[in-house]
């Protein structure tokens, strides 16, 4: 009977403390004071932290749901991953990573693509910077963005910068200029990548121009050996050869 007794004293006192640690913990002795964030932010406003954060910031120090917090800040534009935690005795301490923008998403949808190659809602109509523009399968996203680098860094020795980069639902490529000039890469080959087929380009940059007399609208790489070019017939010379061949 004693070693019963025992027991049921033992678990009555840790019912107790915890009642107690529970009823404390729901008292407004720990009320959350400060929202810290420990990072500085560049497109992220706090206005709109504090917005987002109305109706999950409830409770005290310790019954606030931290997790419930975090996706708040999360659904905040330029948000791409948030961090939080408690910091004695009544503060929310928060870490957020923004948004790095890229390129442009499909031009005119609003949205832009991250330096991870992901796909975000920016909620703003002017554009960040001089961004390229990307479209074609979302799924293929982060590999047009290696294209697009791939092409900014060959085309250094043109003084030419990739605008806009297309990708077809069956994964072929088209470029187009910082002047206009819309270049055809096609798919990627083994026999051919499309790395080679812009080295090629690049290489021949200046032959290209002078095949055309005149920037061409439109520069086909897609041959094994050469490139064709389609000009304006009225701003093309008599007798201009719209073909080339390395």
């Known amino acids: 009977?004693?070693?019963?007794?025992?027991?049921?004293?033992t678990a009555g006192a840790a019912a107790?403390?915890?009642?107690?640690?529970?009823?404390a913990a729901r008292l407004p002795l720990f009320p959350i004071r400060e929202l810290a964030v420990t990072n500085e932010l560049h497109a992220v406003?706090?206005?709109?932290?504090?917005?987002?954060?109305?109706?999950?910031?409830?409770?005290?120090?310790?019954?606030?749901?931290?997790?419930?917090?975090?996706?708040?800040l999360e659904?905040?534009?330029?948000?791409?991953?948030?961090?939080?935690?408690?910091?004695?005795?009544?503060?929310?301490?928060?870490?957020?990573?923004?948004?790095?923008?890229?390129?442009?998403?499909?031009?005119?949808?609003?949205?832009?693509v991250n330096s991870h190659g992901e796909i975000f809602t920016a909620g703003i109509s002017a554009p960040p910077g001089d961004l390229?523009?990307?479209?074609?399968?979302?799924?293929?996203?982060?590999?047009?963005?290696?294209?697009?680098r791939q092409a900014a860094d060959l085309l250094k020795p043109t003084g030419r910068v990739p605008r806009v980069l297309k990708v077809s639902?069956?994964?072929?490529?088209q470029l187009t200029l910082d002047d206009g000039m819309i270049v055809e890469l096609g798919r990627e080959q083994a026999k051919a990548s499309v790395r080679e087929r812009l080295e090629r380009f690049v290489e021949f940059y200046p032959s290209i121009l002078?095949?055309?007399?005149?920037?061409?609208?439109?520069?086909?790489?897609?041959?094994?050996?050469?490139?064709?070019?389609?000009?304006?017939?009225?701003?093309?010379?008599?007798?201009?050869?719209?073909k080339g061949k390395p």
């Not at 009977?1 to 004293?9: G, I, N, P, Q």
């Not at 979302?138 to 963005?145: A, I, N, R, T, Y």
């Open 1 to 9: 009977m004693k070693d019963v007794a025992d027991l049921l004293f």
């Open 16 to 23: 107790l403390l915890v009642a107690v640690a529970i009823g």
């Open 45 to 72: 406003r706090r206005a709109e932290l504090e917005r987002a954060l109305a109706d999950s910031l409830r409770g005290n120090f310790f019954s606030v749901n931290l997790e419930a917090f975090r996706q708040s």
């Open 75 to 112: 659904q905040v534009p330029w948000v791409r991953r948030a961090e939080v935690r408690r910091r004695w005795p009544a503060s929310i301490e928060v870490s957020i990573e923004e948004h790095v923008p890229v390129a442009f998403w499909d031009q005119s949808s609003g949205q832009l």
């Open 132 to 148: 390229p523009s990307l479209s074609g399968p979302v799924s293929f996203v982060p590999e047009m963005l290696g294209y697009c």
């Open 169 to 173: 639902p069956r994964l072929a490529l």
């Open 210 to 242: 002078t095949a055309a007399k005149k920037r061409p609208e439109v520069v086909d790489m897609r041959y094994p050996k050469g490139f064709a070019l389609k000009v304006n017939a009225l701003a093309a010379a008599p007798g201009s050869d719209s």
